[in-house]
């Protein structure tokens, strides 16, 4: 199964890493497409909507969010 690239305005939840224990819970929105720093570089990342600095899409979960009808 092949996971798409985050895009701008995804939603996403942080997992397994340092961050994600004191933002749990929290829903972050992606402020770019997903992207590499360096074209060696064997990992990509995404600025989120109120975070310094960019972070690396393998912590990062999509979520889909429905309006209550």
């Known amino acids: 199964m092949s ?3 985050l895009k ?3 939603k996403v939840v942080m997992h397994t890493c340092i961050e994600a ?3 749990d819970g929290t829903i972050w929105t992606c402020s770019t ?3 590499k720093h ?3 570089h064997d990992y990509t990342v995404v600025m989120l909507e109120d ?3 960019s972070f690396c899409t393998e912590f990062l979960q999509k ?3 429905r309006s209550e009808s």
């Open 51 to 53: 975070y310094s600095g």
């Open 33 to 35: 497409n997903e992207f």
């Open 63 to 65: 979520v889909n969010l």
């Open 38 to 40: 360096h074209p060696n």
């Open 3 to 5: 996971v798409k690239p």
């Open 21 to 23: 224990e004191s933002h």
């Open 8 to 10: 701008k305005g995804d």
